[in-house]
């Protein structure tokens, strides 16, 4: 009679790895300012252009190639979140120093009184 091979091992799995990250608390944003901007949009997403602008200073030990800020426009005096954006800021930063940027965003912002925030929610490793 016939003797069937042995059956090889099955392959491993590959294991991906997620990327690394930095904990958005070692990212420090000082001296943001926002204005509006002349330039606007003629298709898409019709919401005036303005400029976020400001200096990030690293406080982790590794180099960061990159960050990402979250704007919220807030209404006065209630504070309610009237609009939103995420801002990806691709530059390095060495451990300790600062850098500085400057972005375009597309918001809304209310007729009435309001405020901006804006919180460091992700920074990615170089």
């Known amino acids: ?5 042995p059956k090889s091992p099955p392959p491993a799995a590959k294991v ?23 330039a606007f949009r003629i298709d898409g997403d019709l919401r005036p252009v303005w ?11 590794v180099e960061i190639k990159s960050f990402s800020l979250k704007i919220d426009i807030l209404s006065k005096p209630s504070s309610d979140l009237v609009d939103e954006a995420i801002l990806v800021v691709d530059t390095d930063i060495l451990p300790g120093a600062v850098g500085s940027f400057s972005r375009e965003i597309q918001i809304l912002p209310p007729k009435t009184p309001w405020e901006w925030t804006c919180d460091p929610i992700k920074a990615v490793p170089k």
Do not use: C, H, W, Y
């Not at 009679?1 to 091979?5: G, L, N, R, T, V």
């Open 1 to 5: 009679m016939f003797q069937d091979a």
């Open 16 to 38: 991906i790895a997620s990327p690394p990250t930095v904990s958005p608390f070692f990212i420090d944003v000082v001296e943001g300012k926002l204005q509006r901007s002349s």
């Open 51 to 61: 400029i976020v602008t400001g200096r990030v200073r690293n406080l982790s030990d």
